[in-house]
């Protein structure tokens, strides 16, 4: 395995991992937390440096399913970032309250990126 391969699984894998903390711990508190917040930023960091690194690893970007996914589920997971950052900021308590109810569809649409990625790398070994 190419070593860019690599970074790319291990980043996406950390990211998946920190997403999925951050939407059921979320769901369970129904409130959204500073550690949250903190670990979405980290999740999202890992996130885009493993779609910098498999972009690097193509010769010609093929939109299938996987990579339309992968790049809506990337800006989703943004949008959220900052949404849930400004809710923290400014007090919206309505909005650190139900937080989980838009979380968790954008994590679902990101998790079939990830799935529809492994199927993929699967078939490529």
Same mark, same amino acid.
């Given at each position: 395995?190419?070593?860019? %391969?690599? =970074?790319? $699984?291990?980043? %996406? !894998?950390?990211? &998946?991992?920190? +997403? !999925?903390? =951050?939407?059921?711990?979320? /769901?369970?508190?129904?409130? &959204? !937390? !500073?550690?949250?917040?903190? &670990? &979405? ?15 690097l690893s193509v010769e010609v970007t093929t939109w299938d399913l996987h990579t339309i996914s992968g790049y809506a589920g990337l800006a989703l997971m943004a949008g959220l970032a900052v949404a849930g950052t400004w809710a923290k900021w400014s ?14 569809? *954008? /994590?679902?649409?990101? $998790? =079939?990126? +990830? $799935?529809?990625? $492994? =199927? *993929?790398? %699967?078939?490529?070994?």
């Amino acid at each position: 395995m190419k070593p860019i %391969i690599l =970074v790319s $699984v291990i980043s %996406i !894998t950390t990211a &998946l991992v920190l +997403y !999925t903390i =951050v939407v059921w711990r979320n /769901w369970q508190l129904k409130l &959204l !937390t !500073t550690a949250q917040i903190i &670990l &979405l930023w980290l999740g999202l960091a890992a996130d885009a440096l493993a779609t910098r690194m498999m972009g690097l690893s193509v010769e010609v970007t093929t939109w299938d399913l996987h990579t339309i996914s992968g790049y809506a589920g990337l800006a989703l997971m943004a949008g959220l970032a900052v949404a849930g950052t400004w809710a923290k900021w400014s007090g919206r308590q309505a909005l650190l309250t139900s937080f989980h109810r838009f979380a968790i569809p *954008i /994590w679902i649409i990101w $998790v =079939v990126s +990830y $799935v529809t990625g $492994v =199927v *993929i790398g %699967i078939q490529r070994v």
